[in-house]
């Protein structure tokens, strides 16, 4: 079972990667993750892609295929793969196909959390922390019991992300729109592509997936 999970900042996927990884054994493959990893490993894609960033240049595609056929070839029979950032261009979409067809492997899904923008906004700008135990609140969905008072050790400073602000939002989901927009109507007309709803609680959206892995 080989998936590749979209979704933009904020709607999940990470949570979601890591218990797919955690509940079936899938192993996450991070183009920027394996990349550095490469690097660091000095294999022999990580020590072209090396002198190209020392470079100042972008990484070829060909060297992110390097990347993940070497991730690939790492990787144990039974495991499945969730490709993450990956690919994001038609070339490496085809590119994926040859590397996953070449060690007998298949695109099984492609799963994309799905949002709606302006409960996205509300409820990343709404979230606060407790600035002293780190408690998690929102303006909206979970307010402490006092008002002003963390619920769990009694702190009266909170703080909130410089980046949890609408325009930050908004300019994001752009991007992840800009990023999947080349490759999402390939697998839409091969039938791949499989939407859950992303602003489901984490319990529903882990078994809208797992129905789908399951299909
Ligand atoms: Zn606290």
């Known amino acids: 079972m080989n998936i590749i999970l979209l979704g933009p900042p904020g709607a999940g996927k990470g949570t979601q990667a890591s218990k797919l990884v955690a509940d079936r054994g899938m192993v996450q493959l991070s183009t920027g993750d394996m990349l550095r990893a490469a690097v660091k490993a000095g294999t022999p894609t990580g020590a072209k892609a090396k002198a190209i960033m020392e470079a100042g240049e972008l990484v070829s595609d060909e060297i992110v295929s390097g990347i993940i056929g070497e991730a690939l070839d790492a990787l144990p029979p039974e495991s499945g793969a969730i490709f993450d950032g990956y690919p994001r261009t038609e070339a490496q979409a085809l590119s994926l196909d ?118």
């Open 98 to 215: 040859g590397l996953l067809a070449d060690r007998g492997r298949t695109l099984d899904h492609v799963i994309e959390l799905d949002v709606d923008e302006d409960a996205l906004v509300e409820r990343i700008t709404g979230r606060f922390t407790c600035a002293k135990c780190g408690a998690g609140y929102h303006d909206h969905f979970i307010q402490p019991k006092a008002a002003g008072v963390c619920d769990v050790c009694g702190s009266t400073e909170f703080k909130r992300r410089p980046d949890d602000n609408e325009e930050t939002v908004r300019t994001r989901m752009a991007e992840y729109r800009a990023k999947t927009a080349p490759i999402l109507p390939l697998y839409e007309a091969r039938g791949l592509v499989e939407r859950v709803d992303g602003m489901a609680s984490m319990e529903e959206v882990a078994s809208a997936i797992s129905a789908i892995l399951a299909d």
